[in-house]
């Protein structure tokens, strides 16, 4: 295979890091522990840069033209879509502490919902993005070299 480029490193370097810190994030989460989800909030945050940063290289390396590469091209489109989204939804039970203080245990178990799922979403998209780029990393055809 030819060597590809900076790009393509980059592509592999980020994708691996998605992938370790996507599945330490999930790991620490279910753990529950106060300090354990202390330190798994940082980790949130170092996977939110570079679950972006692996869709930035995606995009970079990406041949259109290819079947494979059209697939990542739009999981990637619904990723961000989802991404940002998220990040509203995050803050759905924060805004909702702050405006109605008399919240009902339905209403709360709600909030909660949204926010969790919303959580491991983030960290699920992750995961299938970073295994998709893993499966087609040794196809060239699926980059442009």
Avoid at 20 to 25: E, G, Q, R, S
Avoid at 42 to 66: E, G, P, R
Wanted: proline residues 1%.
């Amino acid at each position: 295979m030819k060597e590809m480029g900076r790009s393509y490193a980059g592509l592999k370097i980020t994708t691996y890091a998605s992938l370790v810190l996507n599945a330490l994030a999930i790991a620490l989460s279910l753990i529950g522990d106060y300090n354990v989800l202390n330190i798994a909030g940082y980790i949130y945050f170092a996977v939110l840069c570079i679950n972006l940063s692996a869709i930035f290289f995606t995009f970079i390396n990406l041949n259109v033209q290819d079947k494979k590469g059209k697939i990542l091209k739009v999981i990637c489109y619904i990723f961000l879509v989802f991404f940002f989204f998220a990040l509203f939804l995050l803050l759905y039970k924060q805004i909702i502490f702050v405006t109605i203080m008399d919240l009902t245990s339905i209403q709360y178990i709600v909030a909660d919902l949204i926010q969790k799922t919303v959580y491991f979403g983030i960290l699920g998209f992750g995961v299938i993005l970073a295994l998709l780029d893993l499966k087609y990393l040794h196809r060239p055809e699926t980059w442009i070299q």
